[in-house]
């Protein structure tokens, strides 16, 4: 079930049975006339009031103080292993953004299936990467423990063969 809609199914369901006493009343509908005339009165409404609580954007800055578009500055890539692999880009970049400037979210697929391999890159502010891997690593993210620390440069076969 999606949050959104897992958010707005008390206010339905109470909209819903409000709609249905109101139509009752009012109305000499049956029984099916009136549940299905306060479903839709509902589904029409909910999305509705749903729009109109949307978060301000001042709500907003105060959850992302930094905007990412554009930024200047130095940046530092963490390493996130562990991952569940039902986690998308969105989630982690909304996880690891409660503790600073998130720039860039990669995460890893198999070539050949597509399904992701359980780790992946966050691009982050430098001067955030330290408390994010102090908050995050052994941090329980939709039941697995991440592993977070700061990425390795990739190194070329040649240079791993003469070491």
Known sequence: MSPT???????????????FVLFYLVSSMSTALTFIAGVLTCGILVPILVDVKKPTAQFKAVNNPVSTEGFQGDTATLYVGNLPYRANEDAVKELF????TVINVRLMKDRQTGRRRGFGFVEVAATDANNMIGKLNDF???????????ARDRQDDENQAAE
Do not use: D, H, M, S
């Not at 809609?5 to 709609?19: F, G, K, S």
């Not at 953004?97 to 600073?100: A, E, N």
């Not at 329980?140 to 700061?150: A, G, S």
């Open 97 to 100: 953004g409660r503790f600073g």
């Open 140 to 150: 329980e993210f939709q039941e697995r423990t991440l592993k977070v620390r700061e």
């Open 5 to 19: 809609l897992r958010n707005t199914l008390p206010y339905t369901l109470a909209l819903a049975v409000i709609a």
